[in-house]
């Protein structure tokens, strides 16, 4: 079992800046890949970035790419989330992740946190 908790959510305006941690309990972390996930109401969970096991690969959605940045320190258990140029449409309940391999499929993912509330204000 992994257990994931993320923290760091929050208000912000639009333009403005906010930096997701997601950290990691039980099994090993280095282990596994690890991806962002966000969701509004009645909508689909949609992927955000993902990277691999050493945070050597990355990969983002087209919607976040140039604005958010996924990065991991595994001597701390820890997977980040760097979102600058926030927009209004960035508003979303965001997860993180973590599975074997890396994807872009919701399914693919075993372990799931509970979720941060970012609001985008415009």
């Known amino acids: 079992q992994v257990q994931l908790v993320e923290s760091g959510g929050g208000v912000v305006q639009a333009g403005g800046s906010l930096r997701l941690s997601c950290a990691a309990s039980?099994?090993?972390?280095?282990?596994?890949?690890m991806a962002w996930f966000r969701q509004v109401p009645g909508k689909e969970r949609e992927f955000v970035a993902s990277?691999?096991?050493?945070?050597?690969?990355?990969s983002y959605a087209d919607s976040v790419k140039g604005r958010f940045t996924i990065s991991r320190d595994n001597a701390k258990n820890t997977v980040y989330l760097q979102m600058n140029g926030l927009k209004p449409e960035d508003t979303a309940v965001y997860y993180c992740?973590?599975?074997?391999?890396?994807?872009?499929?919701?399914?693919?993912?075993?372990?799931w946190g509970q979720g941060t509330q970012v609001t985008v204000s415009s």
């Open positions: 992740a973590a599975a074997r391999t890396r994807g872009s499929a919701p399914l693919r993912y075993d372990y």
């Open positions: 990277i691999n096991w050493s945070g050597g690969s990355t």
């Open positions: 039980g099994r090993t972390f280095s282990n596994y890949a």
